[in-house]
């Protein structure tokens, strides 16, 4: 694995595989905007109804975690997390990278939360009151305090891009693993006289129909995947779909629907409820409402 290709320079600017990445999730949320966002009717449709209900449990979930106060960061909200998890699900296309792979875009959203947290602190307190906190409850907390504020972002960052990260490096030396076991296996069988193939297409077979007969699903598996070792022998051996690595055909497949899908959703909702819980302590209640 390496870092994002660098594919053109504009000054200063590098335009990377994250740059383009990103500006194309911009471009499909903003066309799923406007094609959800057009011909509402008080008469609802089902695009419609579903577009609702979607809005409504993210208003609901900003309410709940911030308060009712805030619920004027719902679009922030939303805008984040649909940017972390397509931004994490794009680099399921095969064309683009993930942009949440990258450190600087993790990082960049992190900062953006931590600037929010101090305009709301500076809003609630001025500027000398944020200033002071960082010395409250003793003098002797003001280093501990400016650490804290530092380590914020950096672990939001980080536990984002080190999710998404370490699961596209686990799956591609899950999938090179198994393409050298794949050509080394065949590559045996193949030089082997005929028998062999033959064999085990017939115990494969034989294992299969047991597994039938017991209902045993283990069985049954087992055999499938010797009498597929079989078939790609005999091909193997006569030089047709010769190369193909059969033990990366699934395996590689469950493991990206973990680190892509799952971790991408899960990364995208623990990051906007980090982000949530730290803006929302920096945006308390107004006294009337709190009393």
């Not at 209900?53 to 979930?61: A, E, F, Q, R, T």
């Not at 909200?77 to 095969?94: D, E, N, Q, R, Y």
């Amino acid at each position: 694995m390496n870092g994002p290709k660098i594919y053109f320079q504009i000054g200063p600017v590098s335009i990377t595989q994250t740059t383009v990445s990103s500006f194309f999730v911009m471009i499909v949320l903003c066309v799923l905007a406007l094609f959800l966002g057009k011909g509402l009717k008080k008469r609802h449709g089902k695009r419609q109804v579903i577009v609702e209900k979607l809005v409504s449990m993210l208003y609901g979930l900003v309410e709940d975690t911030m308060g009712k106060h805030n619920s004027y960061w719902t679009p922030y909200i939303g805008a984040l997390m649909m940017s972390s998890l397509f931004g994490s699900l794009i680099g399921m296309t095969g064309i683009f990278r993930s942009a949440t792979a990258d450190l600087s875009t993790t990082l960049t959203w992190a900062l953006m939360t931590s600037v929010l947290v101090w305009a709301c602190n500076i809003k609630q307190s001025g500027v000398r009151g944020w200033l002071k906190g960082f010395s409250e409850p003793i003098k002797v907390m003001l280093p501990m305090n400016i650490i804290s504020e530092i380590a914020q972002p950096i672990s939001m960052a980080f536990r984002h891009f080190g999710n998404i990260m370490g699961g596209s490096v686990l799956t591609s030396i899950v999938y090179t693993g198994l393409a050298g076991i794949s050509t080394m296996v065949l590559g045996n069988l193949s030089r082997s006289p005929i028998a062999v193939p033959l064999i085990l297409l017939a115990i494969g077979i034989i294992v299969f129909f047991v597994g039938i007969k017991k209902v045993k699903l283990s069985l049954k598996i087992i055999g499938s995947a010797v009498v597929i070792l079989g078939v790609f022998s005999l091909l193997e051996m006569f030089d047709i779909l010769s190369g193909v690595p059969i033990l990366t055909l699934g395996l590689p497949g469950v493991l990206s629907l973990y680190f892509d899908i799952f971790s991408g959703c899960v990364q995208a909702l623990v990051f906007s409820l980090l982000t949530m819980v730290y803006v929302g302590n920096a945006c308390p209640p107004p006294e009337s409402d709190s009393n």
